[in-house]
């Protein structure tokens, strides 16, 4: 693979993977190979080389053609808190804000020796750890209890607002059709968000108590989606959009299927039809635990690419591609406790997933969920050599 | 009186506080001891809405809006009860270990645990294993039950499991521990003696745990 080819994926490339046109390859892309922020240092430490602490060098060195998130434009996860520089991230980097425009100024309330109580760009109170600051925190207090603080929230919430879009849109937007790299616009999902608008158990409670305030919620995410989108297909070529919804834990979906249809089908199935109407059908949606309750009923929304595919909650992508051959696609799902554990572990990990996944349609291997920092270096580059063996690769230079 | 019994149960079941603080009161008005209706009533509803949870046909927020009504019937019974008449069903310190920050599982198992009868001494996230012994030893703990949702922070379990033992609490404190990434051959080898899944299976383990060391604190 030549260095051009890492920088600039063909984008027909990956969308055949994603349809199942290239049987038997085994795609490797960066969107798949994600980590903390604590496993480049933990590597490098192990002797891996430092050029890994930047996204685009950690690409190179395993090289893992870059699948581009379109975080440029504010409809997901709101990116202001990135800072460039991965060395010197300040408070609230990793906490999820969701995509309000104008954010939400950042305050440090009180600290001690071990923990930092701070607000988000979200609108949270969260209290971090001061050994592990880039660890998820702990919530303390959400923006949204009820439709007062609800209403003044989702002025936040507009898709027209000019400072949710490159400053220079026509500009971006030639560029960006200029490149030949898979294109993904990230979309808010109708129930991860809203977690982080109330905090799961008031959003749990919300859907007895007051469902009228939980639609109203998920209208205005519909609102802000569907306004980015039409601006978005209409000007840029998008490749696939992506939902982040973390809607279920380790033994299934935090609400009942039944719940899922009344609230959320009729909002997706308005989100994928436009989609396809424009030739998007390559619709990737973000949730840990087990999903496998969820699954049938995206499906039937037209959300055909899930990831992560945690294996410790059970998830089974084999059965489910049984059930929908190729019209499944597949990100992640290999066990994170064997690329912990031994070389051996991996092989065996690997070796009764990825062959028979990569015959039968899509499928893009990877840790099932970000690579934590107690991976060990030299095993994931062994699971990367591996796949890149599957393939007929080289080995990646030592 | 089982006909009031099982309309309480019921309410429970079906998450109705409103209904079941009306029913309760109702009942004791009657005449019903309050134990009666606590055992009869809100018990079975609870245990109801856990079996249905196991079945696959209730998820999480009917969970929560049942161990709302059933501490909503609690609090009209608590004035009802005389010193010793409401039997705990043990003493559980639980928190979530050292380097963890999630709170979301552990929440969830509390809130079942103490709806369930258990009083629950929550040491909150971050917990280091110090901080458990010191709490199983002031509060004469049956249960210590950790929480992790990441595998790094898996190793803190064992090492709580090991300071424990070094503190001579390990014979008389079971440990329970769940969590995302956490399995039941985990627990087997760090010396866990329960393993719970969701917060529910952390109340069925609880009680068995319970059961293993010789009962609950009557």
């Avoid at chain 1, 968000?193 to 209208?219: A, K, N, Q, S, T």
Wanted: net charge negative; proline share 6%; charged share 25%.
């Amino acid at each position: 693979m030549t260095s051009d080819e890492v920088k600039m994926p063909n984008r027909d490339a990956f969308l055949e993977f994603c349809r199942g046109k290239r049987l038997g390859e085994v795609p490797l892309y960066s969107w798949f190979h994600k980590y903390w922020a604590e496993t480049p240092a933990a590597w490098i430490e192990q002797g891996a080389p430092k050029e890994i602490a930047t996204g685009e060098g950690f690409r190179a060195y395993f090289q893992l053609p870059h699948a581009h998130g379109l975080e440029e434009v504010i409809s997901e996860v709101n990116r202001a808190d990135v800072k460039a520089d991965s060395t010197a991230q300040g408070p609230g980097m990793f906490h999820i804000t969701p995509p309000v425009v104008p954010v939400f100024p950042l305050k440090v309330i009180r600290e001690d020796e071990k923990h930092r109580v701070e607000t988000t760009y979200g609108g949270c109170t969260v209290e971090v750890s001061k050994a592990h600051p880039w660890r998820m925190p702990k919530y303390l207090e959400y923006p949204v209890r009820d439709w007062t603080t609800w209403k003044e929230y989702k002025k936040r919430l507009d898709p027209y607002t000019p400072e949710r879009w490159p400053k220079d849109w026509p500009a971006f937007a030639e560029k960006k059709n200029a490149e030949d790299s898979p294109t993904i616009l990230l979309m808010a999902g109708f129930f991860g968000v809203l977690r982080e608008w109330c905090g799961l158990e008031r959003l749990l409670y919300l859907f007895h108590d007051d469902p009228r305030l939980v639609e109203d919620m998920m209208d205005q995410v519909l609102y802000l989606i569907m306004g980015v989108a039409r601006r978005v297909v209409r000007d840029l070529r998008i490749d696939a959009i992506r939902f982040w919804e973390d809607m279920a834990y380790r033994s299934g979906p935090l609400i009942s299927p039944s719940m899922v249809r009344r609230f959320m089908v009729p909002r997706y199935k308005q989100v994928t039809q436009f989609l396809r109407q424009n030739g998007i059908d390559v619709i990737h949606l973000d949730s840990d635990g087990n999903v496998m309750k969820l699954v049938p009923i995206w499906m039937e929304c037209g959300i055909n690419f899930p990831w992560p595919f945690e294996v410790a909650a059970g998830n089974d992508m084999l059965l489910l591609r049984n059930l929908y051959g190729a019209d499944i696609v597949f990100g992640g799902g290999i066990d994170k406790r064997c690329l912990i554990k031994s070389k051996d572990a991996i092989r065996e990990e690997v070796m009764a997933k990825v062959p028979p996944l990569v015959k039968t349609g899509g499928y893009f291997p990877g840790c099932d969920h970000t690579i934590p920092p107690d991976v060990p270096f030299e095993h994931y580059k062994y699971f990367v050599n591996l796949l890149r063996e599957l393939n007929g690769q080289d080995k990646l230079p030592d | 009186m089982q006909d009031e019994l099982r309309t309480v149960a019921q309410a429970v079941t079906e998450g109705d506080d409103t209904k079941v603080v009306a029913l309760v009161s109702e009942a004791l008005e009657e005449g019903t001891p309050a134990s009666v209706v606590l055992q009869d009533g809100l018990v079975p509803g609870l245990q109801t809405l856990g079996e249905r949870f196991k079945d696959g046909t209730v998820f999480l927020p009917e969970v929560l809006i049942a161990c709302r009504a059933m501490n909503a019937g609690v609090d009209v019974l608590k004035p009802h009860f005389s010193l010793g008449d409401r039997p705990s069903k043990g003493i559980v310190v639980l928190g979530t270990v050292e380097g963890d920050m999630h709170d979301i599982g552990k929440n969830l198992v509390k809130l079942m645990l103490e709806s369930s009868g258990f009083d629950v001494e929550d040491l909150g996230t971050d917990v280091p294993s110090e901080d458990f012994v010191a709490a199983a030893r002031d509060t004469r703990a049956d249960v210590v039950a950790m929480s992790a949702l990441l595998t790094i922070t898996m190793s803190s379990m064992s090492d709580t499991v090991r300071s424990l033992e070094d503190a001579g609490l390990r014979d008389s404190v079971k440990v329970l521990i769940g969590g995302a990434p956490v399995t039941r051959e985990f627990a087997d080898e760090i010396g866990a003696d329960g393993f719970a899944e969701d917060c529910v299976s952390a109340v069925d383990e609880a009680a068995r745990l319970m059961q293993n060391r010789g009962g609950a604190n009557d």
